[in-house]
């Protein structure tokens, strides 16, 4: 048997024979447990130290104290309990070291996806600008064309309706046949 099954077998005779506050002598406990005087010896000592037992020359007692760590125990076992609840808090604690590194990663991956959407964004906004600037420019080539044209079309039709008006004047100034 391990360590902490026999130190729940021990408490549980412990309690067993010290029912009335009669102390159960050393020896008796050894026979009815099974375990070596030496060992006994050793796991009524810590049994002692937790407060669970009180031992004297005479024998061991159950105090309060060990007879609440027994009736508040899963099957009277309130060391396996102890083992099983050690082992319970080592897996949270790690789930919630797992837990925090994992959000950590969540936020870096999120922070480098913002980052690199928000490069994108600036992209495209510098070539929308871009864009914008050759427009104008090229709007501007186009207007100064169009003027050019106008200005041309202007200075043709006045020199067609002076041309016009000269015919007109050599016209009548050139006698009728």
Excluded: C
Aim: glycine content about 4%; overall charge neutral.
């Amino acid at each position: 048997m391990s360590h902490i099954e026999n130190l729940d077998k021990v408490l549980h005779y412990v309690s067993l024979f010290s029912q009335n506050l009669t102390s159960i002598p050393t020896t008796d406990l050894s026979m009815n447990t099974g375990i070596d005087i030496d060992e006994l010896s050793e796991y009524l000592e810590e049994l002692g130290n937790r407060g669970f037992v009180n031992n004297y020359d005479n024998g061991s007692y159950i105090t309060l104290q060990g007879r609440l760590a027994l009736e508040n125990a899963k099957n009277n076992k309130p060391f396996q309990e102890e083992v099983e609840s050690k082992k319970l808090k080592k897996y949270w604690s790690i789930t919630k070291i797992v837990a925090g590194v994992l959000n950590a990663l969540a936020i870096i991956i999120i922070a480098i996806w913002t980052q690199l959407s928000s490069d994108k964004n600036s992209k495209l906004e510098n070539s929308i600008q871009e864009l914008k600037k050759e427009y104008k420019i090229e709007a501007s080539k186009q207007s100064e064309k169009i003027d050019s044209l106008n200005k041309i079309t202007k200075k043709l039709s006045e020199e067609n309706l002076k041309l016009t008006k000269e015919l007109e004047t050599k016209k009548e100034t050139k006698p009728k046949k």
